[in-house]
């Protein structure tokens, strides 16, 4: 039965407008965050604060999580103060974080062993997508919790896929997903750089590209949102997650013994060039190449 009381642990640039969603919707949502600046402008937007994770568990019976990192995942799931040791077998936990299918598989084991639902539930759209609802959700889990999730899922997205009952299978599609945005990314800064030596204006070489076969979403995202109007920070998918999610990428090719040249490329570049723009956009990977000669490594 679907309840009205929902429990969102990370209100970041991503969890903060799918919960907001989430209280359009209707639902009652409880709020968590590391960040208590976050959780006060969730409280002002009519959320409820106060809980721990530990707690929140015993509150809720659904709870939503959007944290930045495998490690924080990890803490916030499997640590003593955590949602597996301190929720009861009638919770539901849904990741919607980008970490690796090992993890997921580790979470959905503890938690299954405690009679707790678990999904993986990675999303994909920017926080434009996230404060739209039209998110693609892409999930790894038994389907009757898929179906009890549905409802609340349909909220926060508009593009919501059961990819399969492996926990972790969502997650892989995700990382397919992130490694070509990242790949398409680098080929955005290229592009413009080139077009910077040749004297070419930009929205010329975008108009025309946009028509031809190097379209693609992340030129028109990173172009007409960041690029063009020199702002790299509002609505930002920061190029340090974008590096963490390559090396998921690379890390699950390896784990079938695949190659990728300019995956693998991409994450030492980012690692020698990272340090001014870690906290940007993706779309920053333009400035990481124009602004002074960047590292290429060995
Ligand atoms: P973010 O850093 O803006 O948000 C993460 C939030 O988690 C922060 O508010 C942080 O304070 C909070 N947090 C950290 N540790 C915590 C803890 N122990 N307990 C409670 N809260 C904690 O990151 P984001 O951009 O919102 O991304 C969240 C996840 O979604 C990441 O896994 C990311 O890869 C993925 N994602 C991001 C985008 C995007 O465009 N930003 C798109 C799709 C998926």
Not at 43 to 69: D, H, K, Q, R, Y
Not at 277 to 297: H, N, Q, R
């Amino acid at each position: 039965m679907e309840t009205k009381k929902v429990g969102f642990i990370g209100l970041g640039n991503m969890g903060f407008p799918m919960a907001n969603n989430l209280l359009r919707a209707g639902y009652t949502v409880y709020g968590v965050d590391v960040n208590k600046e976050n959780e006060k402008r969730f409280a002002e937007i009519g959320g409820i604060v106060g809980f721990t994770t530990a707690t929140l568990a015993n509150e809720v019976t659904i709870i939503f999580t959007s944290l930045p990192t495998p490690k924080v995942v990890e803490d916030v799931y499997l640590g003593i103060e955590g949602l597996v040791e301190n929720g009861k077998s009638n919770l539901t936990i849904i990741d919607l974080s980008t970490i690796s299918p090992e993890l997921n598989k580790k979470v959905a084991k503890a938690a299954l062993e405690k009679g707790i639902q678990y999904l993986g539930s990675p999303v994909s759209g920017s926080v434009s997508g996230a404060e739209a609802a039209t998110l693609s959700v892409m999930v790894g889990g038994d389907k009757k919790t898929y179906s009890f999730a549905l409802p609340y899922l349909k909220t926060i997205g508009k593009n919501i896929f059961h990819v399969g009952e492996d926990h972790g299978l969502g997650t892989i599609v995700k990382l397919i997903n992130n490694l070509m945005a990242g790949i398409h990314t680098q080929a955005v800064a290229e592009a413009l750089s080139i077009a910077d030596a040749a004297g070419l204006d930009h929205d010329t070489v975008y108009r025309i590209v946009n028509v031809s076969t190097g379209q693609s979403g992340i030129f028109t995202r990173n172009y007409k949102n960041f690029i063009a109007q020199d702002e790299y920070y509002e609505g930002a998918f920061t190029t340090a997650l974008l590096l963490k999610d390559l090396k998921l990428a690379n890390y699950v090719s390896n784990s079938f013994e695949g190659k990728l040249p300019l995956g693998e490329g991409l994450v030492n570049y980012l690692e020698s060039n990272i340090e001014d723009y870690a906290d940007k956009d993706i779309s920053s990977a333009y400035l990481m190449l124009t602004e002074e000669k960047v590292k290429l490594g060995e």
